[in-house]
């Protein structure tokens, strides 16, 4: 999906413009949590900063596909 940032939108963050341009069902912690997988370029850079603030004209492309996530290493005590 692919959204142009519209005057009245400039000064919002990332995570307050997704929330309420997408029309899925999504938490805003789930929109942040999607943000921070890669899911989201705005101007054709990958953001992975949900508070980033948009400015006016500014192009975010959101993937609406789900994506599977990686899970974060785990400490194995046992490997020491």
Do not use: H
Request: net charge positive; proline share 2%.
């Amino acid at each position: 999906v692919i959204m142009d940032v519209e005057k009245r939108d400039e000064n919002l963050s990332l995570l307050e413009f997704l929330y309420k341009s997408l029309s899925a069902d999504l938490s805003k912690k789930e929109i942040k949590r999607r943000i921070e997988d890669n899911c989201c370029t705005v101007n054709g850079v990958v953001e992975r900063i949900a508070s980033r603030k948009l400015a006016w004209k500014d192009r975010v492309e959101w993937e609406s596909k789900n994506k599977t996530r990686i899970p974060k290493a785990q400490f194995d005590p046992s490997c020491i």
